[in-house]
């Protein structure tokens, strides 16, 4: 019997790399699959386990989720991040579309968990990650600006332009001229 956990602040492959060596260390399990936000097991956690596990967690900056509204919400948040980070295939499908798909669940009542849970919109944690994506490529300054809005699913660069500037105060290039490198961790947004 299989058993699927849902973990706070997974954000990138790194995390998945290090939950994926907790579960091996302190429970010597060899997870079925880990995705952002979600542990499938090939079987459920002895109670021993699992508290060694939730403090494992805690003290790399992840939190065990029991609560299901907490969990689906982290599957929500992984499932932007993977949108934002490998768009291909779903690049110009609208969010509400894919999330339904994805997640299994009508829009409108992700969208109200979402925002009751965190306080923003699924649409502003959308742009919020876009941003957030979009200051690391530019600081990487290997893509152009049309590039790196063509990556993120923007029309345009000039779009992707005036959305940055209203959500950082700057323009992009303003940005990769000041080679600012203070960005806010994805687990924070």
Known sequence: MAETLYIKNMVCDRCIMAVRAVLTRCCGIEPLAVELGEVRL?????????????RELEDLGFELLEDRRQQLVARLRGAVIELVRHPEGVRRERLSDWLVRRLGHDYDSLSRLFSEVTGTTLEKYLIAQKIEYAKELLIYDELSLAEIADRLGYSSGAYLSAQFKSVTGMT????????????RPLDRL
Do not use: G, K, N, Q
Not at 43 to 53: A, D, F, G, K, V
């Open 42 to 54: 090939p079987r459920p956690l002895t109670e021993p386990e699992h508290e060694t596990l939730r």
């Open 172 to 183: 992009p290039s303003h940005f990769r001229r000041l080679r600012i490198r203070s960005r």
